[in-house]
């Protein structure tokens, strides 16, 4: 089965910062990678599909980018209110498995 | 506006079988574009994903759950449910339920709230 790597594991960071999540898969899957957002306890919400197209209603300063093996999630300027843990998701088959998680918090 | 809900035990002896059901409502789950999964967050850990049924009843689960897992669809009710046996301490997790985007875009897009299950006696 494909293995989905996301780093760091922790972050911390100050507001207005561009902050950057990787996730590797041990083999290509395309562009077939979400990223999802769980704020404490919430319901996660998905942030990005097909690895680079923004979910309707997300705000413009999620993006993310990559194919084949190595995904970026990008937040170009942090906002307090996206302290929360990422996921990446892969989905070009099953089993649809998810990244360990990315612990987001402000500085 | 698509609409998820969980139900089921809060609390199971560990050795026994886990039953919930997610209901689904403003929207049909016979729709032939969507996929229906499971998902589930222990405490302190990250989201494991489950598995998946269509409305057809055709199914995909995780590997390492395989064994113990079963997930069904009853189109009548508008429903699909997850059974997990042979439980222990760690399958206490926060479950959910959730749509994908489409038949090929598998992402989840609609979420249930989740509903927590312990296991222990």
């Known amino acids: 089965d494909i293995q989905m790597t996301q780093s760091p594991s922790s972050l911390s960071a100050s507001v207005g910062d561009r902050v950057t999540i990787t996730c590797r898969a041990s083999?290509?899957?395309?562009?077939?990678l979400a990223w999802y957002q769980q704020k404490p306890g919430r319901v996660p919400k998905l942030l990005i599909y097909?690895?680079?197209t923004l979910q309707s209603g997300v705000p413009s300063r999620f993006s993310g980018s990559g194919s084949g093996t190595d995904f970026t999630l990008t937040i170009s300027s942090l906002q307090p209110e996206d302290v929360a843990s990422y996921y990446c998701?892969?989905?070009?088959?099953?089993?649809?498995?998810f990244g360990q998680g990315t612990r987001l918090e402000i500085k | 506006q698509l609409q998820l809900q969980e139900s089921g035990p809060g609390l199971v002896q560990p050795s026994e079988t886990l039953s919930l059901t997610c209901t689904v409502s403003?929207?049909?789950?016979?729709?032939?574009?969507?996929?229906w999964d499971w998902i589930r967050r222990p405490p302190g850990k990250g989201l494991e994903w489950i598995g998946s049924?269509?409305?057809?009843?055709?199914?995909h689960y995780s590997p390492s759950l395989k064994s113990r897992v079963t997930i069904s669809v009853d189109t009548s009710k508008n429903q699909f449910s997850l059974k997990l046996n042979s439980l222990t301490a760690s399958d206490t997790a926060v479950y959910y339920c959730?749509?994908?985007?489409?038949?090929?875009?598998?992402?989840?897009?609609?979420w249930g709230q989740g509903t927590l299950v312990t296991v222990s006696s």
């Open positions: 403003g929207g049909s789950i016979s729709d032939t574009t969507y996929y």
């Open positions: 083999q290509g899957i395309s562009n077939y």
């Open positions: 998701q892969k989905y070009n088959s099953a089993p649809h498995t």
């Open positions: 959730a749509r994908t985007r489409s038949f090929y875009e598998r992402a989840l897009d609609y």
């Open positions: 097909a690895a680079s």
């Open positions: 049924i269509y409305y057809s009843g055709n199914t």
